[in-house]
């Protein structure tokens, strides 16, 4: 892989981490992953991409290592208002918007209000309707004890709530999603309020989010993993639908971490998206 250049950057009164990949000058593409995940969701996404794009991969407030919110906040519309205080430091335009999950709601959120900002746009396995099952099995993979002996506890528990990625994938990216305390054990680096049980985990973040959806007007990509339990094929065709000339790619072998299960479908679909674009 070619060597990531980490970035700090501070907006709406926190310091945010973002990991920089390409040349500086090259046409920009922000990238913003899902709940309790980092920036290097998209490792191998932005390696690819980062040829021929400058490609930023956020850490959002709360997770990795940028700062968590002092009053709880993680609604999509301060995210989006996040996203957009930082384009604006970073002196981007107009730039491709990909988000995966939660980030793919706080892009549908971004791009609803900032239609000018957004050359294109990557939805990555979400919709306002999402599958009660996946939620679920996420909200009871996240709400597991929290404090593990050590890292590769953590690595045998995520390998057993998604087995597609490998035990070196999965070390790779936890690497940058836990912290090691003082007494020697692990625990995740991200807010504990993002797993509390009184969130709803995302009830909130879809109301109303219909009405984004139906203000997209930009060239849009709809991306859904083949296997996935969040975003059904019936959801996938309806949002296609409700945004005038979208693609839809359904990207066979993986589940909802669509980029990282099956990171060459994903890279050779944004790529075709991206070609004309």
Known sequence: MATARDGRIQARGLNFHYVEWGAA???PVVCLHGITQTAHSWDEVADDLGRDHRVLCLDQRGHGDSDWASDGDYSRQTQAADVAAISEALALDRFVLMGMSMG????????????QKVRALVIVDVSPEIQAKGVENIRNFIQQEDVLPSFDAFVERAHAFNPRRSLENIRSRLRHNLKQLPDGRWTWKYDPALRSPNRGFQASAL????????????????????????LSADSARKMQTAIPGSHLAEIPG?????MGDNPAAFIKATRAFLSDR
């Open 25 to 27: 000058l090259a046409p």
């Open 104 to 115: 793919g709601i706080n892009s549908i959120t971004f791009t609803a209000l900032h239609a």
């Open 207 to 230: 109301t109303n989010l219909w009405d984004d959806v139906n203000r997209i007007r930009c060239p849009t990509l709809i991306i859904k993993g083949g296997e996935s339990d969040i």
């Open 254 to 258: 993986a589940g909802h971490s669509v």
